[in-house]
C-alpha cells in the first residue's frame, strides 16, 4: 500500500527507506528510543535545530543525504530494526487491554479534551492538563486500548514566551504551519473540504478534521479555519484559552457538541466518552439530543448518556471551573431545549450552580450532573471535590458524594531520560518498560551501584547544562541581552554545585516567589563558599494573569540581579521540550503551593522517574507519595489554613530550614570519589516507590477497570452490543 503524506517528503525517499514518512506521521516515534535515534542519524543537525520534529526533518534534508543513508549500510540496519518494532507494536493482537477484555476490543473510548500535550512540535496544549492527555493517549496506544482523542487544532497554539528587560512577559503567537506537523486531513482527502457543520447560535460553523497518529490511538483535531466560515469564526480555533467569555462558549460548544458530530461522522458508536475537564462538557447535551430524537424519553435519554460517560474533574479553585452566565447561555441554547423536549427551566438547571459568586451555567455541574462516574485526580482532590460540590448533593455524607479518584501518572517512556532508560534496562530488566507497574521489578533499584545512578544522574544535569547555554547563546544572537540578562541565563551556573529546579504555571497560589521572602537567608544559601546552592526556574503566565506576570517579573528581577551572583537562572519559554531537560537534570525539584491548590501535579513524578528528588509541600500527588525517605516534605509547624501571609511565612520558614538543616548537607556529604551516598540511597528510595505506581500504565489500568470497563458494560445491558 502507497500512501502519501506529504507530497514533497514522499518524492524525495529512495525506495529504500521509504517508510521514513509513514514513522515520521505517526508520534509513536516520540517515545521509541529507536526511533528517535534513527531521525537523530538523518541529520543530527537538524534534529536539534527542528526541536525534534522528523517531518521538518525530512522537508529540510537535502535530496543527495538521504541517497546516501539508502546505501549506507549502519543506517538501514536501524532503519530495518525501527520499522520491525513498529509493525510489531502497532499490529500486535496481544496487548494487555485485548487479553483483559476480548469481548470489549470493538467499542471505542472517546475522550474529549481541550487540549492535548503529545509532542512539542504538535503545540496544542499549555501545560499540566494537555501533557496528562497526551500521555493518556500514549498509554492507551501501549495497553491497547481501542482509543480516540478528540480536541482542537489551534494553528496559533498557547503562546510562545519573551521577557522583556524588565522581566515582563511577552505573548508571541506563530503560525503553524500544517505541512511541518504530523497530522493529515480526515473524512475527505481534499484539504478545503468541510466534514461536519455545527450550529453555534444562529451561524453555523464549519470544521475541517485532522487526524494524529498517536501509536494504535487516533487523535482527531477540529479547525474552523476555512473559507467557508466568516473571517472572525475562523479564528475560533486559533488558540488556547485566548478570547473572551463568550468566544469561549462558542468554542465550548464546538468542542462537545462539535466533537459527538465529529464521531459520528466517522461512523462510530463509542461505548464510552470520557470529559477531561469540563470544558467539553456540552458533549452530554448533544448525546440527549440524539436519544430524544431517536424516540427515547427524558428519562431514557439520561439514563443512557449517564452509563456512557465518565468525567474528571482537575482543580480544586472554585474560580477554575467554567461557568457562564444564563442570558449568554441563552442567546446559544434557543431552541436546542425544544430539541430535548423539555423547557428553558429544566434546561438551565442541568448546569445550574452557585459556586460562590451567584448562579450562572456551570460546566463541572453539568458534567458532574450527567457522567454516571467521575473523579478527581489524587486521593486528597477527591476529598476535596466532594466537600467542594456539596450543592449537589447536600443531603449525602461527603464520603458518599459520587466523586472517587484516579491519581494521575506521567508516560514514563516519555519522560524518562536517556541515561536513566538505559539504566533501568542494564540493571533493572530489559523488560522494564513491559514490566513499570509491577512493584517487586523496582526493588531491583538498591542493588545498583551507588556510583552507576550518580553518574547516570550526572549525565542528565551536563545534558541540561548544556541546553542552558546553547539558549542563552541563541538569544544573545537573536535579541539584545543585557548583561544582567546574562545572570539569569545559567550560563554561571556550576555543575558540581546542587541545583534546584522549579518550573510551574506563574499562578500566584503556586508561589514561585516563596524562596525570596526572606532574601538574607536566601543570599546566604547561594552564596555559600563551600555549599553553594542554585536555582533554575520556568514558566509561563497565563496571558490574562497580571498577578502571575508580576510574580514572575519579580522572580526574574532576582535572577538577574547581581546581588545573587549568577546563581538563579530563568529558562524562558517552558514548555514540553525544556520540561525534558529540566525533571531530568536538576537535583531538586521544588514545588510550593498553597495546599490544597494543586489537584495532583505530574512534573514532581517526571523528575522522580529520572532519580530527582521532590521538595513539595504535601500536596497532590506527593501526599500520597511521600514516605519520610524518599525526598523532603515541606511542613511547617503550625498548620495556618485560612491566613494566606501566615501560611506563607510559615511554609517559608519550614523550606528553608529543610534546606539548611537536611537537603544541603546531605547533597555534599560525599566520599573520596565524590559520591554522596545517602542522597543517592534516597534516589533509590524515591525511584522503588515512585516507579509502579505514578506512571500512566497504573492510571489508564485503573481508568479503564474502575471506570471504562463498567460504563461500556452498562451500556451494553440498555442497547446490546455495538455493531
Ligand atoms: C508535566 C508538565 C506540566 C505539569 O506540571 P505540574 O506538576 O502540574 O506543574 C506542565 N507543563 C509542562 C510543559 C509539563 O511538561
Known amino acids: 500500500m502507497e500512501s502519501v503524506l506529504n507530497q514533497s517528503i514522499h518524492e524525495k525517499l529512495p525506495r529504500r527507506i521509504a517508510r521514513l514518512e509513514e514513522l515520521a506521521f505517526n508520534l509513536w516515534w516520540s517515545w ?368 458518599d458524594r459520587p466523586i472517587g479518584h484516579v491519581t494521575n501518572g506521567v508516560h514514563l517512556p516519555s519522560w524518562t531520560g536517556e541515561a536513566m532508560h538505559r539504566l533501568y534496562r542494564q540493571r533493572i530488566s530489559p523488560d522494564w518498560m513491559e514490566r513499570q507497574d509491577d512493584p517487586t521489578l523496582w526493588t531491583r533499584i538498591e542493588e545498583v551501584p551507588d556510583e552507576v545512578l550518580w553518574d547516570a544522574h550526572t549525565y542528565l544535569k551536563r545534558k541540561l547544562f548544556s541546553a542552558m547555554r546553547e539558549r542563552a547563546r541563541q538569544a544573545r544572537i537573536a535579541q539584545s541581552t543585557l548583561p544582567d540578562q546574562l545572570l539569569a541565563s545559567g550560563i554561571f551556573l556550576d555543575p558540581d554545585a546542587l541545583v534546584i529546579g522549579f518550573a510551574r504555571r506563574f499562578a500566584t497560589y503556586k508561589r514561585a516567589n516563596l524562596i525570596f521572602r526572606d532574601i538574607e537567608r536566601l543570599k546566604r544559601l547561594v552564596h555559600h563558599r563551600y555549599r553553594p546552592v542554585q536555582f533554575v526556574f520556568a514558566g509561563k503566565a497565563h496571558p490574562a494573569d497580571d498577578p502571575g506576570k508580576r510574580l514572575l517579573q519579580e522572580v526574574y528581577g532576582w535572577a538577574c540581579n547581581p546581588e545573587m551572583g549568577g546563581r538563579i537562572a530563568f529558562v524562558e519559554d517552558y514548555d514540553m521540550h525544556i520540561a525534558r531537560y529540566l525533571v531530568q537534570g536538576v537535583d531538586i525539584w521544588l514545588n510550593t503551593p498553597r495546599k490544597p491548590n494543586d489537584a495532583s501535579g505530574t512534573s514532581g513524578m517526571k523528575a522522580a522517574f529520572n532519580g530527582v528528588l521532590n521538595l513539595s509541600i504535601l500536596d497532590g500527588w506527593w501526599a500520597e507519595a511521600y514516605n519520610g525517605r524518599n525526598g523532603w516534605a515541606i511542613l511547617a509547624e503550625n498548620d495556618t489554613y485560612g491566613n494566606e501571609w501566615e501560611q506563607d511565612e510559615a511554609d517559608a520558614d519550614a523550606l528553608y530550614r529543610l534546606l539548611e538543616d537536611e537537603v544541603i548537607p546531605l547533597y555534599y556529604q560525599r566520599d573520596r570519589g565524590g559520591i554522596p551516598h545517602g542522597w543517592v540511597e534516597m534516589m533509590k528510595e524515591s525511584i522503588r516507590v515512585v516507579g509502579p505506581l505514578f506512571s500512566t500504565r497504573r492510571m489508564v489500568k485503573a481508568y479503564t477497570e474502575d471506570y471504562y470497563v463498567p460504563a461500556i458494560r452498562d451500556i451494553i445491558a440498555l442497547e446490546g452490543k455495538a455493531e
Open 32 to 399: 521509541h528510543r529507536s526511533a528517535r535515534d534513527l531521525f537523530k542519524m538523518v541529520d543530527r543537525t537538524l534534529w536539534t535545530t527542528t526541536r525534534h520534529n522528523p517531518v521538518k526533518i525530512l522537508l529540510g534534508v537535502p535530496p543527495e543525504y538521504l541517497q546516501d543513508l539508502a546505501r549506507d549500510p549502519a543506517f538501514l540496519r536501524q532503519y530495518d530494526a525501527v520499522l520491525m518494532e513498529m509493525d510489531r507494536d502497532l499490529r500486535n493482537g496481544h496487548l494487555w487491554y485485548s487479553h483483559a477484555y476480548p469481548d470489549l476490543v470493538d467499542e471505542k473510548i472517546v475522550y474529549l479534551s481541550a487540549e492535548f500535550g503529545v509532542h512539542t512540535s504538535l503545540p496544542i496544549y499549555s501545560g499540566g492538563l494537555g501533557v496528562l492527555s497526551g500521555d493518556h493517549n500514549k498509554e492507551a496506544s501501549d495497553l491497547g486500548l481501542p482509543f480516540i482523542g478528540v480536541g482542537f487544532l489551534y494553528e496559533q497554539g498557547y503562546f510562545r514566551q519573551q521577557l522583556d528587560h524588565s522581566g515582563w512577559q511577552q505573548a508571541n503567537y506563530p503560525q503553524l504551519d500544517l505541512d511541518e506537523v504530523a497530522l493529515r486531513p480526515k473524512l475527505c482527502a481534499d484539504e478545503s473540504c468541510i466534514n461536519v457543520s455545527v450550529a453555534v447560535g444562529d451561524r453555523q460553523i464549519h470544521l475541517k478534521v485532522w487526524e494524529v497518529l498517536v501509536g494504535r490511538a487516533r487523535l482527531y483535531l477540529m479547525d474552523s479555519n476555512v473559507e467557508q466560515n466568516a473571517p472572525w469564526d475562523r479564528e475560533l480555533t486559533a488558540r488556547l484559552y485566548g478570547g473572551d467569555r463568550e468566544m469561549r462558549l462558542q468554542q465550548e460548544i464546538l468542542l462537545g457538541i462539535g466533537g459527538v458530530q465529529i464521531i459520528r461522522a466517522l461512523g462510530l458508536r463509542p461505548g464510552v466518552w470520557h470529559l477531561n475537564e469540563g470544558h467539553s462538557a456540552f458533549m452530554v447535551l448533544e448525546r440527549l439530543r440524539e436519544y430524544v430524537h431517536e424516540g427515547f424519553s427524558w428519562d431514557e435519554a439520561v439514563t443512557h448518556v449517564r452509563a456512557g460517560t465518565v468525567f474528571t474533574t482537575h482543580t480544586p479553585v472554585p474560580a477554575g471551573h467554567d461557568a457562564f452566565p444564563f442570558n449568554l447561555m441563552e442567546k446559544y441554547f434557543y431552541g436546542f431545549w425544544s430539541q430535548l423536549g423539555i423547557n428553558r427551566d429544566a434546561f438551565m438547571a442541568l448546569g445550574s450552580y452557585d459556586s460562590g459568586y451567584g448562579s450562572a451555567f456551570n460546566m463541572t455541574a453539568l458534567a458532574l450532573r450527567l457522567a454516571g462516574r467521575s473523579n478527581g485526580v489524587s486521593a486528597l482532590h477527591g476529598e476535596v471535590s466532594r466537600e467542594m460540590w456539596q450543592g449537589l448533593w447536600p443531603d449525602v455524607k461527603p464520603a
